[in-house]
C-alpha cells in the first residue's frame, strides 16, 4: 500500500524552504524549480514583452545546461583521475563530451537568435502587416518597433513556447541533463512509491504541455515517447555504470528511489519545456 505521509505540509514546507540550499549546492532540479517559479513571477506581475520573455527563457537555458556540462566534466576529470582511462570511462565521458558540446552550441544559437530578434529590420513587420491590413500604414497598425516591448497575454505567452522542437536539441539536453545530475547533488525520491507517484504526475504533465506547446502533437508525441525510451536506457546506464547504483535495483521498482529517476525527469523536463528550436 502506498504511503501518503510524505506529502503532509510540513514536508512539502521543509522541501520548499530546502529549495534556495539545494540551488547553491547544485541541485539542478532545484535550480529548474526555482528558475520556473521566478519566471512565472515575472509574467505575473510585471509587464514583460514577448521578447524580454523568450530572452529570459534561453538564458535560463543556457545557464542550465552550461551548469550539467560543468559538473559532468568535473565529475569526468575526477574519475580519470581516480581510476585512469578506462573503455568505460572514456565510453561515457565521450558520450556525455559529445552531448554537452552539442546541447551548448544548440542552446547558445537559440540565444543568439533571440538577441538577434531585437535588431530585426522595420521593413519585415511592415511588409507583413501591410499584407495583413493593406488600408492601413504601418504607423496606424502600430508605433515602430512596439512589438518587440508588447506585454505579454496569455495568448503571446503560448504563441511564444509554440515551437516544434528539433529532435537532435531534445536528445542533446536529456544526455547532458542527465549527466549533469548524476554528476551533481540530487535529492531522489524516499521510497519507490512516492517515486512512481511523481513519475506518473510528471508524464501526465509533460502530455498536456505537449498537447498544449506543439504545433504538431502527433510530432511532439513521437518526440516524447523517443526521449523518453532513449531518456530511461541512458538514466539506466548511467546509474549502473556511471554512478554505481546495482543493477538489482536499477531493474527494479527501487528505479523510482534512485538519482537516476530524478535524472530521466531532470532531461525530459529541459528537453521539453526549454528545447526550443527557434
Known amino acids: 500500500m502506498v504511503d501518503f505521509s510524505f506529502?503532509?505540509?510540513s514536508s512539502s514546507i521543509t522541501y520548499a524552504e530546502s529549495l534556495p540550499k539545494n540551488v547553491l549546492s547544485g541541485d539542478l532540479l532545484s535550480i529548474l524549480i526555482i528558475g520556473a517559479?521566478?519566471?512565472v513571477l515575472l509574467i505575473l506581475f510585471f509587464e514583460v514583452s514577448a521578447f524580454i520573455f523568450g530572452l529570459i527563457k534561453r538564458f535560463f537555458l543556457l545557464i542550465v545546461i552550461g551548469l550539467?556540462?560543468?559538473f559532468f566534466l568535473t565529475t569526468f576529470g575526477a574519475k580519470l583521475a581516480a581510476e585512469g582511462f578506462t573503455g568505460q570511462i572514456i565510453l561515457f565521458g565521450v558520450i556525455g563530451i559529445l552531448g554537452a558540446i552539442a546541447a551548448l552550441v544548440i542552446a547558445f544559437g537559440a540565444f543568439n537568435r533571440?538577441?538577434?530578434k531585437r535588431d530585426e529590420p522595420r521593413e519585415e513587420f511592415f511588409k507583413e502587416t501591410k499584407s495583413a491590413a493593406p488600408n492601413f500604414t504601418p504607423t496606424q497598425l502600430q508605433q515602430p518597433m512596439a512589438y518587440t516591448t508588447q506585454a505579454l497575454t496569455p495568448?503571446?505567452?503560448m504563441n511564444s513556447l509554440k515551437d516544434d522542437r528539433s529532435l537532435l536539441a531534445v536528445l542533446s539536453y536529456v544526455i547532458i541533463a542527465q549527466f549533469g545530475v548524476f554528476s551533481s547533488k540530487t535529492i531522489s525520491a524516499p521510497n519507490p512509491e512516492v517515486g512512481m507517484i511523481?513519475?506518473?504526475i510528471f508524464i501526465v504533465g509533460a502530455l498536456i504541455f505537449?498537447?498544449?506547446t506543439y504545433h504538431s502533437y502527433l510530432k511532439g508525441i513521437t518526440h516524447f515517447i523517443i526521449a523518453s525510451v532513449f531518456g530511461i536506457i541512458l538514466s539506466m546506464a548511467l546509474g549502473i555504470y556511471w554512478a554505481e547504483i546495482p543493477m538489482s535495483i536499477m531493474l527494479s521498482t527501487g528505479y523510482f528511489a534512485t538519482d537516476a529517476m530524478v535524472?530521466?525527469?531532470t532531461g525530459i523536463a529541459v528537453s521539453l519545456l526549454m528545447g526550443t528550436r527557434n
Open 210 to 212: 505537449i498537447k498544449t
Open 37 to 39: 517559479l521566478l519566471i
Open 198 to 200: 511523481f513519475f506518473g
Open 7 to 9: 506529502f503532509d505540509i
Open 263 to 265: 535524472a530521466f525527469i
Open 114 to 116: 533571440q538577441v538577434k
Open 155 to 157: 495568448g503571446n505567452i
Open 68 to 70: 550539467s556540462a560543468f
